[in-house]
């Protein structure tokens, strides 16, 4: 069975700031997903990776399959933008594995 | 517009009172699943269709239940809650296994 680690678990940043979250797994997948939850508990799908790197508006994520590890990384950060933000992996069996999450708090 | 509508988003159920989650879909997904998320953990996969062929997860409790009469819907029946089983259920669907996911809004159960 997959394990997913995220880190870190908690991060609270001033608005502008250049974020960094990381997701390291145990086994090959398949893809990589990058989700975003409010505190209303909705999850919204940012990033589906199987390589490289990819952008979205303030969002990039990178994703290295030798290291097993992916980042994501929000630029010029906007209260907005707080929310957990969660590491899921798809590694062959049904569903995906996913990490416990990342609780970002941007303050203005 | 939603495409995974989740209803309803809160349901307070008694303990032992049997209770029905629904999930809709307006994007002909071959690939429903449902999952449990309890307070600051991950969420759990309970089962998943691929279009009528369930598959449960070996750990999913006997008292939970789904169904899916069609394409576009699927439930999640709890026959007797119990107060380990409120959380949050989320709802998802992919156009295949191993695609991109779309995640309903979530029901969040409370039993009392």
């Known amino acids: 069975k997959n394990e997913v680690e995220q880190s870190p678990q908690n991060l609270t940043a001033q608005e502008g700031e250049f974020i960094t979250i990381n997701c390291s797994y145990s086994v090959g997948i398949s893809a990589l997903h990058w989700l975003q939850q409010h505190p209303g508990g909705g999850i919204v799908s940012l990033f589906m990776?199987?390589?490289g790197k990819k952008k979205h508006g303030r969002l990039i994520a990178t994703i290295n399959i030798q290291e097993k590890h992916s980042s994501l990384h929000i630029t010029a950060s906007h209260p907005r933008d707080s929310a957990v933000y969660i590491c899921?992996?798809?590694?062959?069996?049904?569903?995906?594995?996913f990490g416990k999450g990342t609780h970002l708090i941007i303050q203005p | 517009d939603a495409m995974v509508i989740q209803n309803p988003r809160y349901q307070v159920t008694q303990f032992g009172k049997p209770v029905t989650l629904s999930c809709s879909q307006t994007?002909?997904?071959?690939?429903m699943y449902w999952y449990q998320q309890k307070s600051s953990q991950a969420p759990k996969l309970l089962f998943h269709y691929y279009d009528k062929d369930f598959n449960n997860e070996a750990d999913t409790p006997d008292n939970f239940q789904s169904r899916r009469p069609n394409t576009s819907f699927c439930f999640l029946d709890i026959r007797s809650p119990g107060l380990g089983d409120a959380a949050m259920y989320l709802c998802?669907?992919?156009?295949?296994?191993?695609?991109?996911?779309?995640f309903g809004q979530g029901t969040r159960l409370t039993v009392v």
């Open positions: 998802a669907t992919s156009r295949e296994n191993r695609a991109r996911a779309f």
């Open positions: 990776l199987s390589s």
């Open positions: 899921a992996v798809d590694s062959g069996a049904d569903g995906l594995t």
């Open positions: 994007l002909n997904h071959n690939v």
